[in-house]
């Protein structure tokens, strides 16, 4: 279990917090890039089926959980760690703990060949966790800021819950200092489904529309 959220660094961070001018950066840098981050944002659906082949680079995931270190955390607990994984065994391993799809229940995932190349599973670390803050806003928040820097880079990827398979994660996962409790699974890869926003217009009343998200490929994509 790697902990890239190191205690040094909690201090730090939270220095830079309470003290801005401290030699914190002062401003925001414009974005730059290729693309618009409402473009990114539309881009990044559920995808639950990949090309197994096409590898992500461990110092890529590192970068992006790196990042997600940084956002806001309720009451500057920091309670979170995570566990990349890349290696094709592990993978097996957190693609058994996995449940695909609440929608389809009897639908048991990709088969091989189209599953996950690599995961981030995000733990709380018990021993930081608050009563009076909401870890669950926590990991979405890290959740979606590692899902759009995934999109960004031509990958994609599926936010799974694993409540009902906390027993099957490996001990390992467990220190003698405290337990890491796994709560979101980020299954990430390259995308081979063909997943589209539609815009359609209601009957009634005519004035009103609505936009619809659509998969060709997989009916539970959101």
Request: glycine letters at 6%.
């Given at each position: ?8 660094y ?8 309470e003290?801005p ?6 401003s925001?840098?414009?974005n730059r ?17 990949f090309?197994e ?15 997600a ?21 592990a993978c ?24 996950p ?7 709380r ?22 899902m759009l ?39 990430l890869?390259k ?16 004035s009103?529309?609505?936009t ?9 994509a959101?």
């Amino acid at each position: 279990m790697g902990s890239v959220t190191e205690s040094h660094y909690n201090q730090q961070q939270h220095r830079a917090r309470e003290n801005p001018g401290n030699g914190a950066a002062r401003s925001v840098p414009r974005n730059r890039g290729r693309f618009r981050v409402q473009d990114i944002i539309k881009a990044c659906r559920s995808y639950r089926r990949f090309d197994e082949s096409d590898r992500i680079d461990r110092k890529l995931l590192t970068a992006w959980v790196d990042a997600a270190r940084l956002v806001a955390s309720s009451g500057n607990a920091q309670p979170l760690r995570y566990a990349i994984v890349s290696d094709e065994r592990a993978c097996e391993r957190v693609f058994s703990c996995c449940a695909w799809a609440k929608a389809l229940p009897d639908w048991p995932g990709p088969v091989p060949g189209e599953r996950p190349s690599a995961y981030v599973v995000v733990c709380r670390d018990n021993d930081r966790t608050l009563a009076d803050t909401f870890t669950a806003w926590d990991e979405g928040i890290a959740a979606q800021t590692i899902m759009l820097q995934a999109v960004e880079a031509g990958f994609g990827g599926c936010i799974i819950r694993v409540a009902s398979k906390r027993g099957a994660w490996p001990k390992r996962w467990a220190s003698t200092r405290t337990a890491f409790q796994p709560d979101l699974v980020l299954a990430l890869g390259k995308p081979v489904e063909d997943v589209r926003i539609v815009t359609f217009r209601q009957a009634a009343p005519p004035s009103i529309g609505a936009t619809r998200r659509a998969c060709t490929t997989c009916p539970n994509a959101r």
